[in-house]
């Protein structure tokens, strides 16, 4: 029933809907790619393109709870989405896919990179960032090369902190290093209880969590004067753990970064930054505004072709077979059998006034 009302109706609207986790911890990352979505559809719409075939977006907040991100896109898919962008986190995002599979409903810009939920081969979601596995390679490969080998991991007790772990375990035992001393915490949890004590002696910890948890162990491992250097996961909303712990504790942090950021230096950003200008907030976007911007226009310019006779099912068959246009310098391929877009990751540095630098 769901497959067969996403996939017979042909469309005069395109329609993409974000179920995301708008009231919790994946706050911080779902409400500025829904704002980054919202800015390039309005671009969008204001095109010929988007004259003959306009887009309307539709935000859907699951809590966090797969169940209710499950539910949602059910009643989406019966309305006659086109496609899901920028899902947030790994268990949500398996909940949706297993509806957008059955129906043949596109998931664009599934904003996790855990291999719990890339290594089942979900045929309807298509990633933009990079994969955890990649963010572990190039975290130790960095490390090694400032000569830090005694490397922890500070990691969510769920699927995409363990994911985080197995990624930098992978890539020490590449390097002919020991296994890394661990913590972790619940997702619940108020604070980092006594993480930062287990993890005093690394020469360098890489954080893969998010949220007040997050800010709690820097702020303790900080207090204890460790000499850590320490590295954040591209999952991490820096702008909220530089504000929470200080500039002082915020300065040297390390940033993962999956997903390209928003830099006049790129020919990727200059575009952003004016699209952002001119339909966006009045506020300074993070990388999570281009990176919601970017799931919107991947879903819009693979949606061209098809024209009137769009249908999810064309969508997705365009995405997994066409070569996407690049973005300024910035490129995106599918046609892999597992849909990822892009290997790309690069360390940007807090500095002493609480920006990122690349």
């Known amino acids: 029933m769901v497959a067969a009302i996403a996939t017979g109706a042909q469309a005069a609207t395109i329609t993409l809907t974000q179920v995301a986790d708008f009231s919790g911890r994946g706050r911080g990352i779902a409400v500025p790619t829904s704002e980054g979505a919202r800015a390039c559809i309005a671009a969008y719409n204001a095109t010929p393109a988007g004259a003959v075939l306009p887009a309307r977006f539709v935000v859907q907040d699951d809590g966090f709870d797969p169940a209710r991100s499950r539910a949602l896109s059910e009643q989406a898919v019966r309305a006659g989405t086109t496609a899901f962008i920028n899902t947030v986190g790994a268990d949500t995002s398996r909940a949706i896919a297993e509806i957008a599979d059955a129906a043949s409903v596109p998931v664009v810009g599934a904003i996790t ?32 090369t400032l000569n830090l080998k ?97 500039l002082q504790n915020a300065r040297g942090i390390g940033y993962l970064r999956s997903a390209p950021p928003v830099s006049q230096r790129t020919t990727l950003g200059r575009q952003f930054g004016l699209i952002w200008k001119q339909y966006g907030l009045r506020q300074e976007p993070t990388p999570f505004h281009l990176e919601g911007c970017l799931a919107a226009q991947v879903a819009l310019r693979a949606a061209q072709p098809s024209g009137a006779a769009l249908t999810p099912a064309r969508l997705m068959r365009t995405l997994q077979t066409s070569s996407i246009p690049p973005f300024g310098d910035f490129r995106l391929d599918f046609r892999n059998p597992a849909n990822e877009g892009s290997s790309w990751v690069s360390i940007a540095v807090v500095n002493q006034a609480g920006v990122l630098l690349d």
């Not at 990633?127 to 390679?137: D, N």
Request: hydrophobic fraction near 45%.
């Open 113 to 144: 990179g855990a291999s719990s939920v890339r290594s089942r081969k979900h045929a309807s979601l298509f990633f933009i960032r990079s994969s955890i596995a990649h963010e572990g390679r190039h975290a130790v490969r960095h490390l090694v």
């Open 150 to 246: 005694r490397i922890a991991v500070l990691h969510t007790d769920d699927a995409y902190g363990r994911d985080g772990l197995e990624a930098i375990r992978s890539a020490m035992a590449e390097a002919g290093l020991q296994a890394p001393l661990t913590a972790s915490y619940v997702t619940s949890a108020k604070d980092s209880g006594d993480a930062a004590q287990k993890l005093a002696g690394a020469e360098a910890i890489v954080m893969f969590g998010s949220g007040p948890v997050l800010a709690d162990f820097v702020t303790r491992i900080k207090g204890l004067r460790s000499g850590a250097m320490l590295i954040a996961a591209s999952a991490a909303n820096m702008r909220s753990l530089v504000d929470s712990v200080g």
